[in-house]
């Protein structure tokens, strides 16, 4: 494939998904890993787009790079988070096998789930622990450990996902938009996000109020891929989608 060809090729995949890695161009591309991040850094020297560690994102992107530590996000809308992750929990069946994204909401998740018989999957250390404690059979995946967030992400926790097929799947995002989708401000945590979504056969996006309308750096699924469960949500840009769940403080969907 001719350069211009390549450079064509990386700039549709951005627009129409906000984020592109390495590997995913040199698949789209036939080319090596040297000759796309040559490609990358012609295309963001020509302010066409951004490099982030592992790929690139959109230049039109308002983007964080950086997540927040899990002690202050925990601080964060802890009342919204509980009504969420309670109704989160009661969805899930004694039959189901689940997967559970790290995350502050994800983890309030817990202490609610009630069908113990489940069996789940996770790449929080912090969560396996406390489903092993509340009485759940519980699988750990493999990889670096991101201490910021403490979750498991990387190409060998990719890889761990392949063998999964997960009858729900429940995530965590630090942005949701209609246009850009679910977002989080790291590429190898958004990866693992990404390939957990698509061995769930359904997949539930937590999040509380202040998420809406909020863009980080890498979107790792599109807005209409998931349910999303969130409390207190008055934003008329989002009144009309059927795949929002409004719960109301007593936990029923508004």
Not at 149 to 168: I, Q, R, S, W
């Amino acid at each position: 494939m001719l350069t211009e060809e390549r450079f064509a090729r990386t700039l549709a995949l951005l627009e129409k998904n906000g984020s592109v890695t390495v590997q995913q161009l040199m698949n789209e591309c036939d080319a090596s890993e040297s000759t796309i991040r040559r490609d990358l850094s012609v295309l963001a020297a020509n302010h066409q787009l951004a490099k982030v560690h592992g790929g690139a994102v959109s230049k039109d992107m308002a983007y964080r790079t950086k997540d927040d530590e899990v002690a202050h996000r925990k601080e964060q809308n802890p009342q919204a988070k509980q009504i969420i992750g309670r109704y989160a929990a009661g969805l899930i069946g004694p039959e189901d096998f689940v997967y559970l994204d790290a995350g502050t909401t994800t983890e309030c998740m817990i202490e609610h789930i009630a069908s113990t018989q489940a069996a789940f999957v996770t790449n929080s250390v912090t969560l396996a622990k406390k489903l092993a404690g509340h009485g759940c059979l519980t699988y750990i995946l493999s990889g670096e450990f991101k201490a910021s967030t403490e979750a498991v992400v990387g190409p060998e926790t990719v890889a761990c996902l392949e063998k999964y097929n997960f009858t729900k799947g429940f995530f965590g995002t630090n942005g949701v938009s209609r246009k850009r989708g679910f977002s989080t401000p790291e590429m190898k945590e958004a990866m693992v996000k990404r390939e957990a979504m698509r061995h769930s056969k359904e997949c539930f996006v937590l999040a509380d109020d202040s998420k809406f309308d909020q863009i980080s750096s890498i979107s790792f699924a599109s807005f209409e891929s998931a349910v999303v469960l969130t409390t207190n949500l008055n934003l008329d840009a989002y009144r009309d989608c059927q795949n929002i769940v409004n719960i109301e403080q007593t936990g029923r969907e508004r």
